[in-house]
């Protein structure tokens, strides 16, 4: 079996479109990155400079709104006998230096939320892509009956290709989260933010739980096309989850669907937990004032998501589809 591992790692080592996907896994979190760190940058002391100039000349055109206001109070909702009637038009009016000097700091809490999870999002794509395509190559090119005829015991060849995807897609994903999140933390303590050790312990535990979920994209993709025999009805069979899975969730009448669409617990596992909004009777809207939903037994219109709960979820679509797929490839004729 280690042996044939082998082969099956240096095949997928030399398939080209793999390096390809591979090498997209790596630019697009550098490109992400270097958006990141351009749009958190420190204001320099020309941006100070055209703030203050934005701030002269926009301080001169609300100058005659203040005399308006100054002058007829009640139009806009002040008292006329205010002992300081026009500090408080000037306070409303003429705008501060803080309105055109702005840009969001890098905050690596808020980034474990945003762009982390968006590479592991973008790194699970592209290695879902490798499963598809290392296993569709052997069945367009006919390549697979040649290695049934070295290896006829066709549950070994299945594992030890989903073995070797699955653990390339992990190593990749958890390298490049690693890379990403080191970067973010480095970033920050090159501009002096202050950083947590909690926060930035939380950051390399989600780099694993988006290993974890990297890993498990490029099996599917590998379960998907050893089971259709074609990179593109796999293709077909993901593009149609995404875009019709939830709705056939709802329109199935599943009580609290939310808790089942594959975008929620995708995001429990990344994110160690997430919550979900769910619809709750229409008696939480009416009775006693002040009863509503989150306040009256059972009005709860917000559910926590676990990531065990995710871990699940996925889990047992995984080993249905392994299932399906195993017993595909020893029972069907091979080409």
Known sequence: MIRLLRVELTRLRWRRAVVLLVLAAVVVPLLIAAVTAWDTRPLSEADLASAQQQLERDTETARAEVEDCVAAPEDWGMSADGPALRQECEEMMLPQLDWYAVRQELDLRTQLDETVVAVVMVVALLMMLVGATFAGHDWTSGSMSNQLLVQPRRGRVWAAKAIAVTATAALVGAVV?????????????????????????????????????????????YLLTMLFRSTIATLGVLIGVALLGGMLIALLGIPTPEQWQPGANLAAIVRNGTEVYVEVPESCYSGNPGTGPGIAPGCDDIRDLSAARGLTYYGVLALATAALSLASFRRRDVP
């Open 177 to 221: 989260g690693a890379a990403y999140w080191t970067f973010l933390y480095g970033l920050a303590r090159w501009r002096d933010l202050p950083v947590s050790g909690a926060v930035v312990g939380d950051g390399y535990e989600q780099v694993l739980r988006g290993a974890v979920v990297v890993a498990g994209a490029a099996l599917a993709g």
